[in-house]
């Protein structure tokens, strides 16, 4: 079966960062630093390197700031560079705006995850598509969206990025996918529940951080919205069961040579920019001296 190449992009961005206030009064909590890049950035450059060249960025009014990072470089900052002779850091920042085509839609309709999607329907259309969050991400070798799109044209379907679960409170803050194993780290899957506990989850695998949906997530979407009771959140999980209980394949991959990065509260946004700074060229050894003086 000849699939259609995955090209588009999907990234939700309008959450309001209240778990970081006051920094996100003005700041979009997706533009928060790791190290010398604000966190959406890494998302959109994973994107790309898994060849996507359209990205649907769905924001809310406070997230100017996004569109200015990925807009060309304002005339001031590029002739300070310039004339500074800062011509590496010049062209590092004038790339930032040719990673992709970019299109901005203000995010609209009830609270949750499905809205963003149904958003972007008209952008869409009847191509594939990934859908990203732009505040979590699986730091991987190959990286999580190459692995998806490679799943994805070896079995078609729709393809959930997956992690294993690393301790109790996982159970209570994630969806948990069930099913059958088909090869090693995936699975077709026949069920998907929200939040379970640990005693009423299918598997230890959980749905984080990623998808790939084919065109067909917007029909059941759609279905799913035309009977939402008010004010009832308007997640994508009820309609992704009602397909997999229709017959199309759902897959979870396990995404393999990958840690999960969960930057939404203060704790864990404060362990990944640790690890990423322990990883950058430029300041991971006098970091790593810093860090060890601590507990000399």
Known sequence: MNKKPVTKAVIAAAGFGTRFLPQ???????????????????IVEELVG????????????HKRAIEDHFDYISTDLRLSLKNS?????????KRISDL??????????????????????HL?????????????????????????VSAYEQHGGMILTCVRANNDADYERYGFVGGTEIEEGLIKMNKIIEKPGKDFAPSDLASVSGYLFTPLIFKYLHQTSSSL??????????SIQKMMDDGHDIFGLEI????????????????????????????????????KSLFD
């Open 256 to 291: 393999k040579n990958g840690k999960f990065y969960d930057t939404g509260n203060k704790l864990e946004y404060i362990k990944t920019v640790v690890d990423f700074a322990l990883k950058h060229e430029d300041i991971k050894d006098d970091f790593s001296d810093y860090l």
């Open 100 to 121: 992709a085509n970019f299109a901005y839609i203000r995010q609209k309709g009830p609270y949750g995850n499905a809205t963003p999607i149904l958003n972007a329907e």
């Open 85 to 93: 002779g800062k011509i590496e850091l010049l062209e590092a920042t």
């Open 24 to 42: 996100t009064k003005a700041m979009p909590k997706e533009m928060l630093p790791l190290v010398d890049k604000p966190i959406i950035q890494y």
């Open 229 to 238: 009771e008010t004010g009832k959140e308007f997640t994508m999980q009820p």
């Open 124 to 148: 869409i259309g009847d191509e594939p598509f990934i859908f990203a969050f732009a505040d979590d991400f699986v730091d991987a070798t190959p990286t999580r969206f190459k692995q998806l």
């Open 50 to 61: 898994a060849g996507i060249e359209d990205i649907v960025i769905v924001t809310g009014y």
